[in-house]
């Protein structure tokens, strides 16, 4: 079942250790949030792979962002992840929501979620779950079921955006073979 639901990050988590809040970063508290809610099921913060991360704070161990002023944990582009396959229980992405987006910001062709989603499903384990934040609500990716999807605002005058989560379901569809 897919559930609908808006919320307003901004008034919660204060003191959540996601980092300085700046243009293009998750909403203050949404990791926080995630993770009390168990959207990504039972995972701790370092059980997440973030792709696109962004400027996320050193409390988050795994981070990768393809530019290294950012500071990621790893600098890599998010659809050639240099990890093994089924290497992390859950992966969160914020990929630039508009191609003017990510030429502004990093310089870079952008990303399709449908490219993104299909590397975080190489890397997740079965059973894992990713989270996408994105304008986009996409199809799942291959080995893949839609879990939910929710409605994230940061308050009143600012664009809705969906957290979208799959959950690896199958290895065969990822590697060619039958599920």
């Not at 009390?36 to 099921?41: E, K, Q, S």
Request: proline content about 8%; overall charge neutral; aromatic content about 10%.
């Amino acid at each position: 079942m897919t559930h609908f639901e808006t919320m307003e990050l901004a008034q919660h988590d204060q003191g959540d250790p996601d980092g300085f809040a700046v243009f293009g970063r998750y909403p203050r508290g949404f990791i926080g949030h995630v993770l009390r809610h168990r959207w990504l099921g039972d995972v701790g913060r370092d059980d997440i792979l973030h792709v696109c991360s962004g400027t996320l704070s050193a409390s988050e161990k795994w981070t990768v962002d393809i530019r290294p002023e950012a500071k990621p944990s790893v600098v890599a582009s998010g659809t050639a992840l240099p990890f093994r396959s089924e290497s992390f229980a859950a992966v969160m992405l914020d990929p630039p929501y508009s191609d003017e987006y990510a030429r502004n910001l990093y310089k870079i062709e952008n990303p399709r979620p449908s490219w993104l989603l299909k590397e975080a499903a190489r890397i997740v384990r079965p059973g894992g779950r990713i989270g996408l934040l994105h304008v986009a609500i996409p199809f799942p990716p291959p080995g893949c079921s839609l879990v939910t999807v929710w409605g994230i605002s940061t308050g009143c005058g600012f664009r809705i955006r969906a957290f979208t989560v799959f959950e690896r379901t199958s290895q065969a569809a990822l590697f060619g073979g039958q599920s």
